[in-house]
């Protein structure tokens, strides 16, 4: 049986709360697994009073098979919770992935060894406010049918789809936002499926039981919320009729209209953009920069430590504390092979810059970005983040390049807006009518403004 212990102090509350029992503050977090039981103790805020302790069953409902299938019908799904990917194997986890997204749209962010590489390296962890509790999906004969990345956070960062907001105000009325739970890739803003299922005829069984035990568990852990964040788009769909709440959000994808070279893409361009585009590329070799791309087994380690140092330099000076550690780039490289490109902009043979791309089945995922923190060169950013994935893209024959999340510079250089979803069940049922209330004027506003960008947007008037 798995069991949850959670240790808390009791508070006093607003009058006006949103929830009548939310008597409970917690101080910090901490997994204990076994074989045979998973022991959660979570505290996230200091307290003067001895804390009280509550055990909380999660072990997850059986469900069972229908359908057609004669060798399956009348089986029973088993739903479980595991405090590790490394307790589910990579090949059952990758099954699950390739067949959710199909091998077309093959999404290395979903898979065991970029998930495996961000606990394994203490990224994602509790000791980081990320405790790993992955639902996993089983039938009788213990096959793997479905699994789903989840999480327990002790705040919002890493997440890039904001809720700070909705914590403060849900503090307000003495309300305890954090713990929530969090069903994403950390750290990642990239659109995928979420709920990971094998191509079976019951597959839409298995997507329900997972989604069940997902709301189940946040209530036996008596959070505030569960989240879903950039599900795919029939996913978002699909979640509204659980309950769900539904929000969208904008990031700027480059699309591949079967360009041959990157001259021909800039004739899609209008005249202004395309001139802008040509000068800024020419900066680069006025600067006595080489531009190199390296793939798999092309990138040292002597590269990664580069890059780390580059990506620390990002974080420094604009997030303040870094997500990643220098051995998860490693890790991650050493498990993606092939699927990793690393960009790097080199000075009399010495790196001074990079940008970090993974290569899924039709689509380059840009994702950071670094440079030496002693120099400064105009225009290299552009360059390295934006123009090598869009050449790259063009030889690798990929339909999209996603560069990440926000940066309306990326417009004029043929980045245009698309829509991002995510999912929200939030526990509160008036707490959960001020955010929908919140979501119908944020949606409308996201709309009008994604509308606005692509009327004014760098392409001619013919393209689309």
Known sequence: MAVVALSYCKTSLHPRRFHPHRGKLLKRENVRSSRGASTVTAMFWRSDKSPQVQEFDISLASYPLTGSDTTQEGSILSLSVVSSISEITPSEWDACALDSSQPQSYN???MHGFLSSLEDTGCATRETGWMPLHIVAKDE?????????LYLKSHSYGEFVFDHSWADAYRSFGGRYYPKLQSCVPFTPVT??????RDTPFKDQVFDAIVSAMTQLAAKLQVSSLHITFPSGAEWNKLKEKGFSQRIGMQYHWKNRDYKSFDEFLMDMKQSKRKNIRQERKKIGTQNLKMRRLRGDEIKARHWDSFYDFYRNTTDNKWGTPYLTREFF??????LGDGVLLVLAEENEEPVA????????????????????????????????YYQAIEAAIELNLKTVEAGAQGEHKIQRGYLP???????????EGFRQAIDEFLVRESNQ????????HESGPFKETIE
Do not use: Q
């Open 108 to 110: 290395p962010f979903l």
């Open 330 to 335: 490693h890790y991650m490289a050493s498990k």
């Open 446 to 453: 996201v709309d009008y403004v994604i509308k606005l960008l």
């Open 192 to 197: 995928g499926p979420r709920i990971l299922i």
């Open 418 to 428: 698309v829509k991002t979803y995510s999912c929200h069940y939030i526990i509160d």
């Open 141 to 149: 004969s213990g096959h793997v049918l479905g699994v789903s990345p």
């Open 354 to 385: 990079g940008a970090l791309n993974l290569i899924g089945g039709d689509t380059l995922f840009g994702r950071l970005w670094g440079c030496r923190p002693d120099s400064y060169y105009p225009s290299l950013h552009f360059e390295a983040c």
